[in-house]
């Protein structure tokens, strides 16, 4: 017998038809003799229907009272998926995020899981009883309902099975795993088997969107072995197999490539502060007021001084904090003393991501080298030890993510002959 953690994306709960579908899957799992707990999402687009309603209702809702009317999408299918099993003679009910509870920080909208309480669900699981608990809410302290961010039922699930020290915590998704690079753009890129925490962050925040990031951060800190797969179904009702979320020492030297996937990101903008005093001081009398405002800034690039004394600074933050960042510097140009405030939002980052570059030279040469050959400009860069970014412009995408993919050797072979 296992344990194990099931959740599901909103477009297998998207009526009722998909989630008899996704009670038949969850009897499987439970008559082959497992404890079962099921994360659900809200139904796909549902969610958005709630927080446009908050915003149409005042443009300054209350954060506490947007997670009371967003949060009840996942109880809807919490409380439908429990009476579809009921219904094929599963035994089983729905927990809400209070009722376990599962408690997080007061951060409304976007809150962290803090602990939670399994007690009651054990001796539930223990009794023969499928568990059912919405994704993405929780309850802070004050006994208020909250909500842990969009996309935040991928972390539901994470933090279930490390509640619960599940053995496995299967992620059922629209897509059938996790793939070397957008398949949309390069149809030779290949499903991975597994790919190792690091690179799945890695990956997830550079605009891999299979899962949220933050849940990919907690399956490494607890150690739960996540794999994605489809929620679509062959004819005997079986998923293949999909991909498998574990840390590096599972994956052994024959499998490893060089670099494991090619992302992209367009939702990012570059800022440009023009002649900054070149002194000590200067990066942080720009860097600081951005900080203090939560903008997250990525890529950071200072020039080398002009003879007059003064330097350009460029960087990245998401598109949708450029209004904020402007307003941040036009607050702060004495303070600065910089002398234009250039933005522009025709700017894509793309990353290359693998392991094998700690113990390997020459990836970001190689990097470079394909982009120049193709005339693709770069415009800034940044590296971790697992990963390459580039700053090119926005048209330019496809074709960069499509000859890195073929350059670092990605490419299914052909297997039409
Ligand atoms: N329903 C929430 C959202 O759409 C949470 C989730 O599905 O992960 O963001
Ligand atoms: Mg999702």
């Known amino acids: 017998m296992a344990r194990i953690v099931m959740k599901f994306g909103g477009t297998s709960m998207a009526g009722i038809e998909r989630i008899r579908n996704v009670a038949m899957r969850v009897k499987r799992e439970a008559e082959a003799g497992n404890q079962v707990a099921v994360v659900v999402s809200a139904m796909a687009g549902e969610t958005d229907r709630l927080v446009n309603f908050c915003r149409e209702a005042s443009s300054l809702y209350d954060p506490r009272e947007y997670d009371v009317v967003v949060s009840s999408g996942e109880q809807i299918t919490a409380g439908l998926l429990a009476i579809a099993l009921q219904s094929i003679g599963v035994k089983a009910r729905s927990w809400l995020g209070w009722q376990l509870p599962i408690r997080t920080s007061d951060g409304h909208a976007s809150a962290r899981i803090a602990d939670i309480d399994t007690v009651a669900l054990d001796a539930s699981l223990a009794a023969g009883e499928v568990a059912v608990i919405p994704g993405f809410q929780g309850l802070a302290a004050g006994e208020r309902v909250t909500t842990l961010g969009r996309g935040g039922s991928d972390t539901s699930a994470v933090a279930m099975a490390a509640a619960m020290k599940a053995d496995r915590c299967d992620i059922y998704t629209d897509v059938d795993g996790v ?43 607890e ?21 498998l979320i574990v840390g590096e020492e599972e994956i052994d030297d024959m499998e490893r490539q060089l670099i494991t996937g090619v992302a992209y990101d367009k939702n990012e903008a570059k800022i440009t502060l023009t002649a900054v005093p070149d002194r000590p001081g200067a990066v942080a009398s720009i860097f600081t007021p951005l900080a203090e405002a939560n903008i997250n800034v990525d890529m950071i690039v200072q020039n080398i001084a002009h003879s007059t004394g003064s330097t350009d600074v460029t ?8 209004a904020r960042v402007l307003d941040v510097f036009e607050k702060q140009r004495e303070a600065i003393g910089f002398e234009q405030l250039l933005h522009d939002t025709r700017v894509s980052k793309v990353s290359v991501v693998g392991v094998g570059m700690r113990s390997h030279a020459g990836v970001a040469a190689t990097m470079f080298k394909t982009l120049g050959d193709r005339g693709i400009n770069v415009q800034a860069i940044t590296t971790s030890e697992i990963k390459v970014s580039v700053l090119i412009h926005e048209d330019e995408t496809e074709l960069a993510v499509r000859v890195l993919h073929t350059a670092y050797g990605l490419d299914v072979e052909d297997t039409a002959a």
């Open 223 to 243: 150690k739960v072995r996540v794999q994605v797969l489809s929620s679509f179904v062959d004819a005997d009702g079986a998923s293949e197999p999909g991909t």
């Open 179 to 221: 793939y070397t690079t957008d398949p949309r753009i390069v149809p030779r890129a290949r499903k991975l088997k597994r790919v190792t925490y690091e690179e799945m962050l890695e990956l997830a925040s550079v605009g891999a969107k299979v899962l949220q990031t933050r849940s990919v951060g907690l399956a490494m800190k």
């Open 315 to 322: 960087f990245t933050a998401p598109q949708a904090e450029l």
